[in-house]
Each structure stands twice: as structure tokens, then as C-alpha cells.
């Protein structure tokens, strides 16, 4: 499945953004979808997911702060992130797979994830 993520930009800190992925064409109701970042000079990260059942998951670093959700009527995924620092700063990338995961650790892992959009660049400044 082709992902397309948009959203990113330049913000101060303290403000907010919303990242959206859309699948053109396709459901992603029957999908596992996440949120994963890259930092200049680190390791993807895992940011957040929603199981097929609904259920969210959040990186600690950003639980209470961002939130995932998906409208299944415009097959979008989304990613509401408010009080933004600059460590948030990085290409955030949406993913996504046909399985069902029934370990939580499932989905926090990259290779989880079969289906990747082109990331999207979101640069805080302090």
C-alpha cells in the first residue's frame, strides 16, 4: 500500500501541528497504522500506533501530548501533535500493515510495518 504523509512544517515551540497519511484508494481500516520518526543523526523511533481494534499506543516521550487517530470514510490517518519542543524535531514517517498484532511490543517495532509513506519534515524551533 502507497502512503502519503503531508502536514510538516516550521513551528515555534508550544504551538501544534497535524500530520496527516493518506492511502489512496485503500482502506486502512483493516490495517495496523503507526507514526515513527528520524532524527539527523539517530535511529527511527516509534512515536504512536492504533491497532485494528482501536486501541493507541504512545512512545513515552510524546504520550500526553500527540495523539493518532484515522477518519476510515477518507481512508486518512492522522497524528495530533500539541506542545511541540524541539526535540520533536524530524522526518515523521507514517506506516502500515495487514496483520493484527496480539503483542504490544508488536507494535513499537519498525519491521512490524510492511508499508511506508516519504515522511514528512517537522522542525521546532525553541
Known amino acids: 500500500v502507497q502512503l502519503q504523509a503531508s502536514g510538516g512544517g516550521l513551528v515555534q515551540a508550544g504551538e501544534s501541528l497535524r500530520l496527516s497519511c493518506a492511502a489512496p484508494?485503500?482502506?486502512?481500516?483493516?490495517?495496523?497504522m503507526a507514526w515513527f520518526r528520524q532524527a539527523p543523526g539517530k535511529e527511527r523511533e516509534f512515536v504512536a500506533a492504533?491497532?485494528?481494534?482501536?486501541?493507541?499506543y504512545y512512545a513515552d516521550s510524546v504520550a500526553g501530548r500527540f495523539t493518532i487517530s484515522r477518519d476510515n470514510s477518507k481512508n486518512t490517518l492522522y497524528l495530533q501533535m500539541n506542545s511541540l519542543k524541539p526535540e520533536d524535531t524530524a522526518v515523521y514517517y507514517c506506516?502500515?500493515?495487514?496483520?493484527?498484532?496480539?503483542?504490544?511490543?508488536?507494535?513499537?517495532?519498525?519491521?512490524?510495518?510492511?508499508?511506508w509513506g516519504q515522511g514528512t519534515q517537522v522542525t521546532v524551533s525553541s
Open positions: 506506516a502500515g500493515s495487514p496483520r493484527i498484532y496480539t503483542r504490544r511490543s508488536s507494535y513499537y517495532q519498525s519491521p512490524s510495518y510492511a508499508s
Open positions: 484508494g485503500r482502506t486502512l481500516l483493516s490495517n495496523t
Open positions: 492504533v491497532a485494528h481494534s482501536g486501541g493507541e
